[in-house]
Every structure is written in C-alpha cells, then in structure tokens.
C-alpha cells in the first residue's frame, strides 16, 4: 500500500540520513520514478523532504527534523532488534513486516553516533542442533560491544594451548546457540568462538567499527571459508571420556549432537584431518587413549608405526614375570 511505503521511505530517511534515488528504490522494491512521485507526496502533506542534484546530492530530511513513533529505550531496542534475523520469518510470509517494523523501532534510537542493534548483533537460523556449550564472558561482551572498546582476551586454541589477543569487536553472532565474537586483530577481520574464551577485559580507549562493515555478509563468507577450508580426511573412533573432552574443545564440530557412549564408558565420534598422515601423526600423540575404527588403511599403518616404536624400545621395558 502506498501509505506504507511513505512512511517507510520517511523512516529510512530520518534512520540512514541522505540516500539516492536508487538506493530507496532497491530498499522499497519500486521504480525510482515511483520514488520521486512518492516525495511530491511527502512535500505536499508537509514533510520537509529535499532532493539535490550532483554527485553530492541525494534525498534528505530538513535537519532536526524528527518523528517519534515509539519512546522505546535503547535497552529495549537492542532486544527487539535481535528479531533481525527474519529467515523464519520469511518462511512465513512475515518477513517483510519483521523489516519494515524494525525500520519504525529505528527511528527510536538516540539521536548519536550509536551504531543501530541489527548491525552489531547477528541471529543465523542454520546450524542443526542446538549446543549448550557454557558462554560466562557473554554479558561484558555485549556491554563493551556498543561502546566500541578494544578487549583483551585469553583464547584456548588446539590442544589445550592458551593465546592472548588484543581484538576490536565488530559484533556478535549467534548460530545453534553458540556465539561467536566478530571482531579485527591486527588489522585482519576473523571471528572467534566464545565459549573458548578463558578470560576478557575491557582495555582503555575506543576504536570505531568501520562504517560499512556488514556482520550477516561477513558471517556468510566465513561460514563458506570454513566449509571450504574444512580439512577432508574422516576419522572414525572411540576414545575415552577425558580424551573426548579435549576434542570437543579443539573440534567441536566434529563431534555429534548426541554420542554413543560404548559399554565400557569411551565415546565414538568423528574427527577430521587433513590427510592420512597429519591423522596418523596426531592419532599417535594420544596414545592408548583412542582406537581407530575406520579407515582401515589408517588402522594398518597406526598397527604398522606402533609395531616399529615398539621393536626399536622393547629392550628399555623390563621383562615380564608370569605369575607363580
């Protein structure tokens, strides 16, 4: 209806500031001849709405020009915005009026340089199975994260390895509920899983996020990298429950929603390698702790290895008494 598409275009005018012609065509999904008709109609009912010519130019509200459709706090728009996600939405047919609500709640916000909730937080629908993996640093996260503060952080990485990292967060995301900091280290954009976070602490100062860093396109392509990048050597075996322990936190991916525990309390579960020989090397390490059960040509040269250690250090062990 044309009455709404108004009142969308005059949130987006008053929640973004100067666009193009194109830009609120693309957003509106009409004509930018629909668009200009549109603003004829705005001026007419008294919206003070201006449109320059030139590579500076653009459509604007009058500046202070403001309509308050809600009185929400931006507590509470931060919460709302977390609907953002409107995948599920869209299944349903709602998905345009999640958009064009959220646009409403926009213009809500104080009138500063905060950066608007959607981008800073990120809901992604995928992901399978839900994990309940423990997140305590959560809470200061999403406090430092809209003050634009540099974190210092304690990650466990592979193997049970402590790093320490300065990062600048760019956002949050949530995917089966494990969350994920977006964020720069060193100039290089990556994202970390927060539930590998030993310890965090705000740092002095402020950084500001770049303006057009998009959190769900970025998310996206680090999904697909992943995935890319995803070692592709399956391993299936049984360890026991400590060893499972550490994997979980080196490859929580690997491991299934719900494991089968075997009679004599080890786990089976899948891990992933890069290729027979990096499995074997790192199969090894871990000692009587794992058994491998498929591939088989993993298993002859893990028996083949082991036969070799064990002949070259058997006159090192002491010799075995039979029992009287």
Request: glycine fraction near 8%.
């Amino acid at each position: 209806m044309r009455a709404d598409r108004l009142l969308a275009m005059l949130l987006l005018l008053q929640s973004r500031g100067r666009m193009t012609a194109r830009d609120l065509a693309q957003e509106l999904e009409v004509t930018e001849r629909t668009i200009y008709r549109d603003l004829t109609a705005l001026s007419a009912a008294g919206v003070p709405v201006y449109a320059g010519r030139g590579p500076g130019g653009g459509i604007s509200l009058l500046e202070g020009y403001r309509t308050n459709l809600t009185g929400l706090t931006p507590g509470e728009l931060r919460a709302l915005f977390l609907l953002s996600a409107a995948a599920p939405f869209d299944q349903l047919g709602l998905g345009t009026d999640l958009r064009t609500a959220l646009l409403k709640l926009t213009v809500a916000r104080r009138p500063t340089a905060e950066p608007l909730p959607q981008r800073r937080i990120h809901l992604d629908p995928t992901g399978g199975q839900p994990g309940s993996l423990p997140t305590p640093q959560l809470a200061l996260l999403q406090s430092v994260l809209w003050q634009n503060q540099p974190l210092e952080i304690t990650y466990q990485a592979e193997f049970g390895t402590h790093v320490e990292m300065c990062i600048e967060p760019y956002g949050l995301v949530a995917r089966a509920n494990h969350w994920h900091l977006v964020g720069a280290r060193s100039g290089r954009v990556d994202a970390w899983q927060v539930s590998h976070f030993l310890s965090v602490r705000a740092c002095p100062g402020s950084f500001q996020p770049p303006a057009n860093f998009d959190l769900a396109a970025f998310w996206q392509d680090w999904l697909e990298r992943q995935q890319r990048e995803r070692p592709a050597y399956r391993v299936q075996a049984r360890v026991t429950p400590a060893l499972a322990q550490l994997l979980s936190k080196n490859q929580p991916e690997t491991l299934p929603g719900a494991p089968a525990n075997q009679p004599d309390g080890w786990i089976r579960l899948e891990l992933h390698f890069e290729n027979l020989e990096t499995a074997r090397a790192r199969i090894l390490a871990y000692g009587g702790a794992i058994e491998v059960l498929s591939p088989q040509a993993l298993r002859l040269s893990l028996a083949d290895y082991a036969t070799q250690v064990t002949a070259r250090y058997t006159n090192l062990l002491p010799a075995h008494k039979e029992p009287a």
